[in-house]
Structure formats: C-alpha cells, structure tokens
C-alpha cells in the first residue's frame, strides 16, 4: 500500500513538473516571437523611410533638373507626359483667384502624386505646396513612404524668413492734360533698429493682362498700347528720409486697374512684403 501511494505522487510531481516546463517554454516562444516581430518592423520601418526618401529625390530631381526659367522645376510634373512613373498626379492652384500652375509662373500650387517601388508593396505619396514671398519661390514638402503597412514620413520646406518691419503703402493717381501720373510711396517703420536696405525698396505693377513671370508679352508701347497687352513694370522706390518711399509712374492708361505689390529687405535679409494695393486711373 505504501508502494502504490508513493508511486502516486510521482506522477502528479512529474505533471506539475510538465506544466511549469510548457509554461516556461510558451513565455519563451511569446518573447521570441514579439521580438522577431519587433526586428521585422525595424527593418519595414527602414524600407518605408527610404521609400520616402525616394519620393524627395524624386521631387528634387524634378526641381533642380528641369525648370523653365527661373522658376521651380517641380510645376514640370503638372505637364501631360512630363513624369509617365508620377501617378495619379494633380496639380491645383492654392489660391484660385491666381494662376500659379503653369511651369512658367510655378508660384501658387498644391501637387500631389505617388510613385510605386514594388508594385503596391513598397510605395510613396507626395504632397508638395510650392508658393512666393517676397518674390523668392519656396516649397514646403512632405512624403510619406509605404511598405508592409508600415509607413514613415519625411517633411522640409524653405520659407523665407519674415521681417518685423511694418510697411505703410499708398498710391494716387491723377491725369494732367495729356499725362498720366501715378505716385506710389511706402512709409517704413523699423521698430527693432535693424535698419532697411534702401536700394532694394521695389515695386512691381501689372494690369492691362496677365503677368507672365517678370516678362512682359506682348510689351506694351509708350502711345497708342497694343490691347491687350502685359503692363508689368517693376522698379525701387526713392528713399525721401523719415522712413518714406516714392516714385511716379506714368504709363497707366485711364479707366484701368492696376495691381502694386511692395518688397523690401531690412540689414538681417529678411523680407516684407505688401500685397495687392490696386489703383485706378480715373
């Protein structure tokens, strides 16, 4: 009898024994398997990051390798034909009320496309937003790269940095017989002392048509104007001390309007810039 009881508890110690080494080597194998599962997704996570990196070479290839003028290269996707590996491209201006699109003004444009690596496994979006300030064109980017649902993100831009000068525009405009005047002053105030660089103080007008980048075409004549033609004209300002600006115009034409933007530049090269003052020959 004690031989029987004996034997007994030897086989429940020898299960108990079993369960707690099934334990020990499921916790194991769970382990294992979360950090294979980890160490997978490092190397997932690496090729989505460089398939974003590929969508930002893309863009820069684009951007650097192709432009018309001496505007961004990027606008060149928005051409039928121009980029057969962007897909699902589209271009839209931010701003509808402007142009912007076009490869030859390129100021204004929202882009979107994506590029596919491995044929729906490894892949990327772009969203690039490409608009001016202060005349100088800049892009914010962002690309977003894919592979086995795992995905990263690249983002940049190259905004200009904003003056703390504060710009007071006005322009009148009268006729004197036979002549057309426009005035056009700017009152600067330089509240932190950085200073401003008076030589480069620029206007631009345009009207009487589209503005075509900075070139004029058909350029309008001093007399009889060819209608419709560009009146895009851009030149600096005066200084006249105390912070004022000045300059007359006279190649308007009455009955039109006329759209002025204002830039100007203080000591640090940081830009200001006032906006769509319009006036009309009366």
């Known amino acids: 009898m004690l031989n029987n009881s004996q034997k007994g508890v030897s086989l429940i110690i020898t299960f108990f024994i079993a369960i707690i080494i099934l334990f020990i080597v499921l916790s194991i194998s769970t382990l294992l398997y979360s950090e294979i599962k980890v160490i997978r997704n490092m190397g997932n996570s690496m090729s989505a990051f460089y398939a974003a990196e590929s969508g930002v ?25 121009a980029c057969p590996d962007c897909l699902g491209y589209n271009c839209e201006p931010l701003d509808t009320a402007l142009v912007g699109c076009n490869p ?29 300030q202060c005349r100088i064109s800049n892009i914010n980017l962002n690309s977003y790269g894919f ?51 008076d030589d480069l103080v620029t206007v631009t007008i345009s009207g009487l048509g589209t503005e075509n980048g900075n070139i004029c075409e058909p350029e309008c004549d001093g ?28 190649y308007g034409k009455v009955g039109e309007n006329y759209t002025i933007n204002i830039f100007a530049l203080d000591n640090l090269g940081y830009c200001v810039q006032v906006s769509d003052v319009t006036i009309t020959y009366e």
Not at 148 to 175: L, Q
Not at 226 to 233: E, F, G, L, S, T
């Open 104 to 132: 030859e003004t390129c100021s204004n444009c929202k882009i979107t496309f994506s590029g596919d690596i491995i044929q729906g496994k490894k892949y990327y979006n772009i969203d690039a937003i490409v608009n001016q």
């Open 147 to 197: 592979y086995e649902n795992v995905s990263r993100a690249i983002n940049f831009g190259s905004d200009i940095k904003v003056s703390s000068i504060v710009m007071s525009p006005s322009a009148t405009a009268d006729t004197q017989g036979q002549s057309i005047n426009m005035t056009i002053s700017v009152t600067i105030s330089d509240l932190d002392g950085i200073g401003i660089k």
């Open 57 to 81: 070479e893309k863009v820069l290839y684009y951007d650097r390798k192709m432009p018309v003028g001496d505007t961004r290269g990027i606008c060149n996707i928005c051409t039928p034909g």
């Open 223 to 250: 007399g009889g104007h060819q209608d419709p033609c560009c009146m895009y004209r851009e030149f600096a300002l005066t200084p006249q001390g105390n912070g004022i600006y000045r300059k007359q115009w006279n």
